[in-house]
């Protein structure tokens, strides 16, 4: 049976989620008591065993010129004992049918390992999110900005400066306030911290960064000008008493995401990030 999980199911899928995706870091207990809704999950049983589930999450996208809706699918999961038998196929296709019978646009996803970009292009997923990776290394340099941590006041200023260097690329996923306030607060609770480089109030870069003690890495780096990023990450490090960091920005080097768009529209380019990812 494939159907849409309760409030009754939330043992079993937390159960299931547990042992597909171990955690330490106390990302698990914080996604189910901040982000978790039985209503987006997708469940497939056996009389009364979960086998197999996936999270159905909304997101806007802006493709070319018009704003559309695309299912986020998230923590897709086999029971271990249950696997090699088909059953993720059985659950990516009914959320499809659910997809198009409810207006959603496309079905958008991040694969956790490269093997699995060959897995769900069987179901006609192609490569269409992209971003550029690199190694910042800390330069001596003017510090013509005033770098400092974000706080919740800055949300719509970071919004803003996501959304304007955003444009011409297609499709890029947008977020809402209530979005951005969401990851803001993600990042706050598991110890990453949103840094700003600001000319007076005005906000000209920003970096979601994890102080990983091995490697130091922005997740993602969006800036007007290349010397508005230069400035946020020579501050950063210092911050952060490093000499270098990865870093993780819109671009084409990499793709990191896949799509299946219900038009058979497939965009060779585009950005999302940042997904519980």
Request: glycine share 6%; with cysteine; charged share 20%.
């Amino acid at each position: 049976m494939i159907r849409f999980a309760t409030e009754a199911d939330t043992p079993a899928v937390r159960a299931l989620w547990d042992t597909c995706f171990p955690d330490d870091s106390g990302f698990n207990p914080y996604f189910f008591a901040h982000r978790y809704d039985p209503t987006q999950t997708l469940l497939l049983l056996e009389g009364e065993s979960l086998l197999a589930m996936v999270q159905m999450l909304p997101y806007d996208m802006r493709l070319a010129e018009r704003d559309v809706t695309a299912t986020y699918i998230y923590g897709a999961c086999t029971a271990p004992e249950a696997r090699r038998r088909g059953l993720m196929a059985q659950l990516l296709c009914a959320s499809f049918a659910w997809d198009k019978a409810h207006g959603r646009a496309a079905s958008i996803l991040i694969p956790q390992e490269a093997w699995l970009f060959d897995f769900y292009a069987k179901y006609g997923y192609e490569p269409c999110f992209y971003v550029a990776e690199s190694v910042f290394t800390q330069t001596c340099v003017d510090e013509t900005l005033s770098v400092r941590v974000c706080g919740e006041r800055d949300i719509i200023a970071v919004q803003a400066l996501y959304e304007q260097q955003m444009r011409g690329i297609s499709p890029y996923v947008r977020r809402s306030a209530a979005q951005w306030q969401e990851q803001f607060a993600l990042f706050a609770a598991l110890g990453g911290v949103l840094y700003g480089a600001f000319n007076a109030d005005d906000l000209r870069a920003y970096a979601f960064v994890w102080n990983d003690a091995q490697s130091p890495w922005a997740q993602e780096v969006v800036s007007r000008h290349d010397d508005d990023a230069c400035v946020l990450l020579n501050g950063i490090c210092r911050r952060l008493k490093c000499d270098a960091l990865r870093l993780v920005a819109p671009g084409c080097d990499r793709a990191l995401g896949v799509a299946k768009f219900y038009d058979a529209t497939v965009p060779s380019t585009g950005y999302m990030n940042l997904m519980w990812n």
